[in-house]
């Protein structure tokens, strides 16, 4: 690969990175109300993110997430925010590898998916079990609408993955590996 192909793969990557920062904080601010709360679409487009970008995804999801919670009012989160969407972002996009085709199965999307959602369920709950947030008491109030939340991301992100439109917007994992 010529060094002005890997240069321009990688300017795209971070140009999607922008955009794809922009669309996880318009879909963590779209609130969909739900009988004991709220879910937003902020998870997904971090799903669909990974499948793109591969692990640069820790980029956007990170980048996304944390000005949606400060702008919500919510700074006290920045920063496990940044960490626990990042490395959802990252974790999908590592698992999401595609094959000698191009191509990544059905399993490895529902898999990546499951694994990054666990992340974050997971994240939130150790971060506010911590003596200076909630407490895990109070933390594991959270566990059944973070639950939900996942649930909803898998189920709207996965059926995106197959959107032909995404394959387009695919770049060379090596340009950007080489680059990083």
Known sequence: MSSNKKNRDYLKKIAYAGVLSALIFIGTELHIPTAIGHINLGDLVILVSSYILGPFAFIPA????TLADLLAGYPQYAVAT???????????GLLLKRNSEGKVSLGRKLSASFVA???????????????FMYGAAAAAGSLIPNGIQASAAIVGAVPLMYVKLFDKYQLSQTAISEKA
Do not use: C, R
């Open 82 to 92: 940044f960490l626990i969407k990042g490395v959802m972002g990252l974790v999908a």
């Open 117 to 131: 959602e666990i992340i974050m369920i997971a994240g939130y709950f150790a971060f506010e079990s911590l003596p």
């Open 62 to 65: 990170a980048i996304g997430s």
